[in-house]
């Protein structure tokens, strides 16, 4: 017995989003069509998935507000965008591991060398694509330029583990 199944198949492109119908035996059709094949386009396209990781050390001020600035990103009242979902994870260490734990990413992450303090953010969502943002300080910007959040114009002041706006060890 031969079933069809009616699919939604959608068209996106700069005129919005086309549904049209298709039957097909059970096989899924994704079919999307660009149109900045055919018009050159000066934006930058966001990608639908977006991972953001946070790692540093539990009693660093700094880190705890990067993860609370997660938390915001990941909320979906803050998520605008339907078609881009933001992924955020933490990994918290004890301020005596976080030296050999730095080490580890410094091999993971390209461009991370330098980079001793807590917290260290990084984006990718899957390894060997990992990109270096920095500390707290380089999250809050990039988090204001990509994501147009509102946020005060002051840096969370530094802890007592923290000296201007990183925590060092």
């Known amino acids: 017995m031969n079933h069809f199944v009616l699919r939604l198949l959608q068209f996106r492109n700069c005129l919005g989003t086309r549904k049209i119908y298709h039957h097909n035996n059970f096989q899924p059709y994704f079919l999307t069509l660009t149109m900045n094949y055919f018009f050159s386009s000066n934006t930058k396209s966001v990608p ?34 339907a078609d881009t979902r933001i992924q955020v994870s933490v990994d918290a260490h004890k301020k005596e591991t976080w030296s050999d734990k730095i080490k580890d990413l410094h091999s993971l992450i390209p461009k991370s060398k330098n980079h001793t303090s807590s917290p260290l953010i990084y984006e990718g969502c899957s390894p060997g694509k990992y990109e270096f943002i920095g500390g707290y300080s380089e999250f809050v910007k990039l988090v204001r330029a990509r994501h147009k959040l509102n946020m005060q114009n002051d840096i969370k002041e530094g802890g007592r583990e923290c000296v201007g706006d990183v925590c060092k060890i």
Do not use: M, Q, R
């Not at 946070?54 to 998520?79: H, M, Q, R």
């Open 48 to 81: 639908s998935n977006i991972c953001y990781h946070i790692e540093g050390f539990i009693n660093c001020s700094y880190f705890s507000a990067a993860v609370e600035l997660g938390y915001k990103l990941k909320d979906p009242s803050f998520n605008k965008n």
